[in-house]
């Protein structure tokens, strides 16, 4: 058992959450989307700007949100990478500072195994090993995690774009606008996801021998583009929809297909895509059909969040994880495979 | 008594110093301008090995290159912040300044791209806000210039400055965030063999007798789609531009970008050339290769703000008498 306070500032979102173990107490999240919408996706500088203005503010509301003060916290955690060098550093800073001044542990974490470890929180049930899902809007992984914080293997990975960024690419070329995964949802809701056959990537048996548990968009989002040129008087619910269907059909049949194989009967799908309505509804139909138990954390844990971050900070301290040196550095560029640093 | 922690990472300096009541604790510096992250709590640890009773926080707020003057604030803040202690924000120029006897003198340290900020300080006052400026344009003021490198922000400077100072409460920045609202009503997308046809007459206003035929273009196109790229802009149904870039031998080679006279100076190409760079990453290439018509000045300041260096000329490049000059940016 221990209190955690997590920071994270990978992306866009300022974020400061605590737990106490497997307990939520305070999710506190500051984004600068909308100060990004009219660039057409997150400028690094102006990201880095709003973190540093917003930190501050947002710890003390997340203590305030948890009901305890700083000298309560028994553990700082810190996205430490992937994400933005400039924006990192900042919630690394910020945490170094406070680790220091309050002589407290601290322990830099990855940001895509926070994104899974987020499934602990006000939960009980153990799901080690299990297989995990990860689409956001940098990444789209199968995932084999034996032990979230010391043992996780990648099966599958996207050759090209994340599913995250394919959405986001094809709502800025139907001008549905930023982020994507939200707008198109919401556009395909009214749409005929049959409408149109959009291609599956990596699905025919050619692709299967080197690429069996691989993701690829960029046909894809070909497809789509080519479809909107050719039918310029398009039903944008239809294309949406017909996207969002084939982006969604292929992250099931890969995961269920790396669950079959390695007999792990346990799913997990994390990342910002997984807070996407009907990837939630087709994973949830697949898997009963196919006996899988699947946990998808709540929509409002899928994104960017600093709960995650604090949730994996306790799940590294239960597993006896060291605490990262003073001096901890950020990793733009960090692999799945460094959890804790 | 009063201790206070002072911290300073606006400029290739991580420093530090604890100061009581005037009296030096610790002071202590390191020089590395991508480190500041990794020194600072380092530096940090040090000093509260010296004395952990500290009664506020003094930080330098630049101005000083936007990612290491972050680290400094925000660490500087979170740890007032875990101490329940003040900070106070020093203009980082101050603390330089602070240690030169003249009557009147400008510092200048580096802000990069060639260019510097600064401050004018006369009879030990300040009277000129930071600002950036050419390095050139700074000589011409004539006044003496004391540079970063042999002077530096000193952060017992710093603290002795804060019980005369008011906090400055916002990291001085000067420069805006280089980013730019993306043309309105442009749409960006894959180039697709429908566009060769516009595309070739675009060339061929453009260029003359220089530009690209229908059939050199579907040899380019007909080549793997993972060792090229091809990007084109339409607004109101029309293309108006396109861009090209492919992938040889570690490195990234832009084929063209064209934006029609109608809609250049709109960032246009701009958007283009950023998401060339953004493939050639992506990629992971070593470095990217252009080559621009000797004379092209419109699109040559659009390269160098994008980190393109020239490299070389190639006489008759384009035919005869027209030369091209041959850019780079490095990647890794």
């Not at chain 1, 139907?174 to 409408?195: E, Q, R, T, W, Y």
């Not at chain 2, 030169?100 to 009879?123: G, H, L, M, P, Q």
Request: aromatic share 6%; hydrophobic share 45%; glycine share 8%.
């Amino acid at each position: 058992m221990a209190l955690v306070l997590g920071i994270e500032t990978s992306c866009d979102e300022t974020a400061v959450g605590i737990v106490n173990d497997r307990k939520l107490l305070a999710n506190v999240i500051s984004s600068s989307v909308e100060q990004h919408a009219r660039f057409g996706g997150v400028v690094p500088e102006v990201a880095s700007r709003a973190h540093l203005e917003a930190m501050q503010q947002v710890i003390k509301q997340a203590l305030k949100d948890a009901s305890v003060t700083l000298e309560d916290i028994e553990a700082i955690a810190v996205t430490a990478g992937p994400g933005l060098i400039g924006a990192l550093l900042v919630g690394v800073s910020s945490a170094s500072g406070l680790a220091l001044a309050l002589d407290k542990p601290l322990y830099g974490i990855n940001h895509l195994s926070a994104h899974i470890a987020v499934d602990r929180l006000d939960n009980d049930a153990s799901m080690q090993p299990t297989i995990a899902l990860l689409v956001s809007g940098g990444h789209s992984s199968i995932l084999q995690v034996n032990n979230l914080a010391t043992d996780v293997i990648v099966k599958g990975a996207t050759i090209d774009d994340a599913a995250g960024e394919a959405f986001d690419k094809i709502a800025r070329i139907m001008g549905l606008g930023f982020p994507g995964g939200p707008v198109i949802d919401k556009a395909a809701s009214s749409g005929n996801k049959d409408a149109i056959l959009f291609p599956r990537g990596l699905t025919q048996s050619a692709d299967l021998e080197e690429h069996r548990y691989d993701f690829s968009f960029s046909g894809l989002k070909t497809a789509v583009s080519r479809c909107l040129q050719q039918t310029p008087n398009y039903l944008k619910a239809d294309v949406a929809a017909s996207f969002q269907e084939a982006v969604v059909d292929v992250l099931l049949i890969k995961s269920i297909a790396v669950c079959k194989d390695s007999g792990i009967d346990n799913l997990v799908i994390a990342g910002g895509v997984a807070a996407n309505s009907r990837l939630r509804e087709l994973a949830k139909q697949r898997c009963e059909v196919a006996n899988i138990a699947l946990r998808i954390p709540p929509a409002g844990l899928c994104t960017d969040n600093g709960a995650m971050v604090a949730a994996l900070g306790s799940l590294a301290i239960n597993e006896g994880v060291k605490p990262s040196q003073t001096g901890l550095s950020a990793d733009s560029a960090a692999s799945i495979a460094q959890v804790i640093w | 008594m009063s201790t206070i922690l002072a911290i300073d990472t606006s400029t290739s300096r991580t420093s530090v110093a604890l100061v009581a009541d005037g009296k030096v604790l610790f002071t202590k510096f390191h020089e590395d301008s991508l480190a500041h992250g990794e020194v600072l709590p380092k530096l940090v640890k040090e000093a509260l090995a010296v004395n952990k009773d500290i009664d506020l926080v003094a930080v330098g707020m630049g101005p000083g290159p936007f990612t290491g003057l972050r680290v400094g604030i925000s660490f500087a803040q979170s740890f007032a912040l875990g101490l329940n202690i003040d900070w106070v924000g020093v203009c980082s120029l101050d603390a330089m300044a602070a240690s030169i006897n003249e009557s009147e003198f400008i510092v200048s340290t580096d802000a990069r791209r060639k260019e510097r900020f600064w401050a004018i300080y006369k009879d030990g006052k300040r009277v000129s806000d930071p600002a950036v400026s050419q390095a050139t344009e700074l000589e011409k003021l004539g006044i003496p210039i004391f540079n970063e490198g042999d002077y530096f922000p000193d952060p017992v400077l710093l603290a002795n400055l804060v019980p005369n100072t008011k906090s400055v409460e916002q990291p001085i920045y000067i420069r805006k965030p280089d980013a730019y609202p993306l043309p309105v009503g442009v749409k960006f997308r894959a180039m697709t063999t429908l566009d060769l046809v516009v595309a070739a007459g675009i060339e061929k206003e453009v260029y003359g007798k220089a530009a690209w035929s229908n059939a050199q273009f579907k040899e380019e196109f007909a080549k793997a789609p993972k060792d090229a790229y091809y990007l084109a802009a339409e607004a109101e149904g029309e293309l108006i531009a396109y861009a090209g870039i492919f992938f040889v031998a570690d490195v990234a080679d832009i084929h063209t970008i064209t934006v029609v006279e109608k809609y250049r100076r709109k960032g246009v190409g701009r958007e283009l050339l950023k998401r060339l760079i953004d493939w050639a990453r992506v990629k992971k290439a070593d470095a990217i290769m252009l080559e621009m018509r000797l004379g092209n000045d419109a699109a040559r300041p659009l390269y160098e703000l994008n980190g393109f260096v020239e490299v070389s000329k190639r006489e008759n490049y384009y035919g005869p008498g027209l030369t091209a000059v041959v850019m780079r940016k490095e990647l890794k």
